[in-house]
C-alpha cells in the first residue's frame, strides 16, 4: 500500500506571508535612540550630548557590573559623566578601537550584543565635537 504525502496548498495557509513579514519587521526594530549620523560619519549634522551618551553608557557598560566604578576593571570606571569624559581623554586610541571603531568590540562579556554602528557613530561624534555636556 502506497502512502501519499500531500504538502499544504498555498492557499490554505494565507496568513504565513504576512506573518513572516511582519516578524521580520519586528526583529528590526531596537529600541535605541542614538542619532544616526549622515554618511561618511559626517558629524556636523548630529545633536549628541553628554546626558545622551552616558544613558547608552549606563545601559551597556556600568548597569551591566562591567565599569560600575567598583570591582574590576578599575582602570575604566564610568560610575559618573566626568570619570568617562575623563577615561576617554586619557586612553583615546583604545576607546576608539574597542567602543567606535569598525571592529569594536564593546560590550564584550556575558553574550551582550555589540552596539549598533548608530550608537558607535553617535559615540564617536560626540567624543570628535569634545564631548559636550
Not at 74 to 103: C, Q
Request: proline fraction near 8%.
Amino acid at each position: 500500500m502506497q502512502t501519499r504525502i500531500t504538502m499544504p496548498s498555498h492557499r490554505k495557509l494565507p496568513w504565513i506571508m504576512p506573518a513572516l513579514l511582519a516578524a521580520c519587521l519586528l526583529a528590526a526594530c531596537t529600541s535605541e535612540q542614538a542619532p544616526e549620523p549622515t554618511a561618511n560619519n559626517e558629524c556636523s549634522t548630529v545633536n549628541v550630548n553628554t546626558a545622551r551618551i552616558y544613558e547608552i553608557v549606563q545601559q551597556n557598560c556600568t548597569n551591566r557590573s562591567c565599569h560600575p566604578g567598583t570591582g574590576s576593571p578599575l582602570i575604566s570606571d564610568f560610575s559618573t559623566p566626568a570619570k568617562l569624559k575623563s577615561y576617554i581623554s586619557a586612553n583615546g586610541a583604545s576607546w576608539t578601537f574597542r567602543v567606535t571603531g569598525t571592529n569594536a568590540d564593546m560590550p564584550q562579556s556575558q553574550g551582550y550584543p555589540a552596539l549598533s554602528r548608530a550608537v558607535r557613530d553617535s559615540i564617536a561624534c560626540w567624543v570628535s565635537k569634545g564631548m559636550p555636556d
